[in-house]
Each structure stands twice: as structure tokens, then as C-alpha cells.
């Protein structure tokens, strides 16, 4: 079992920056991929980013590329995701999801589709001004 906390959301405008952390507890952080989704009203979960078990592998939706960057600390059991050059759209309540892979950097398209994560974290609210 793994518990997820969430937290660094806020109020930013754009072309801001905000610091998102994900703190994980319960079973061997190292053991999974850290991945980050966002869903904004009244639209579906969204992918967009994740890390393998070391960090050495990353993947960024194309939404997010260039401006995001997902980093971990397993030490401290830690998942951060960097925002920079934020933008309304960026809005959204963004969520921690751990997903059991051991040394694997492979993922599935359900996984992707947020269909495929073992635990979730109960999200932040990112709001973009413009």
C-alpha cells in the first residue's frame, strides 16, 4: 500500500512558475514509476509525465514538453513536477500516481489513458491566471 499527499498548487499568472511535490509513504518508493495527470472541468484525465524507478527515463505529454520537468528524490521519498512558463490552460487539479514497475520504463497506452496507475494521490488545484 502506498499513500500519496500532494502539494506546491496555487494561484500563479501566466508565464509563472509553480513547484509541484508528491510524498509518498507506505511500501518501497523506488519500486515504482512516479507519474503526474491533470484533469480540468469537464474534461478527462490528462497525462503528463512520468519517471521511471531511478529517474534516468522520462516521458512528457507534448502539451507540457519544454516548459514541465519531473524530477524524484527517493530518498526522501519525493516526486517533484517543475512548471515554468505556465498558461491558462495548464489549469487543472493536478494528480500523483504511483504505478508498480520495478526497474521496467515501459508503460501501456492504459496507462497513459490514466487507466493504469496503482495508487493516486488526491490532487492539488493548479490555477493559471491570464
Known amino acids: 500500500q502506498v499513500h500519496l499527499v500532494e502539494s506546491g498548487g496555487g494561484l500563479v499568472q501566466a508565464g509563472g512558475s509553480l513547484r509541484l511535490s508528491c510524498e509518498a509513504s507506505g511500501d518501497t518508493f523506488s519500486s515504482y514509476s512516479m507519474a503526474w495527470f491533470r484533469q480540468a472541468p469537464g474534461k478527462e484525465r490528462e497525462f503528463v509525465s512520468v519517471v521511471n524507478w531511478n529517474g534516468d527515463s522520462i516521458v512528457y505529454a507534448d502539451a507540457v514538453k519544454g516548459r514541465f520537468a519531473i524530477s524524484r528524490e527517493n530518498a526522501k521519498n519525493t516526486v517533484y513536477l517543475q512548471m515554468d512558463s505556465l498558461k491558462p490552460e495548464d489549469s487543472a487539479v493536478y494528480y500523483c500516481?504511483?504505478?508498480?514497475?520495478?526497474?521496467?520504463?515501459?508503460?501501456?497506452?492504459?496507462?497513459?489513458?490514466?487507466?493504469?496507475?496503482?495508487?493516486w494521490g488526491k490532487g492539488t488545484l493548479v490555477t493559471v491566471s491570464s
Open positions: 500516481a504511483a504505478k508498480e514497475s520495478g526497474h521496467s520504463s515501459s508503460y501501456s497506452p492504459m496507462f497513459f489513458r490514466g487507466l493504469d496507475s496503482d495508487y
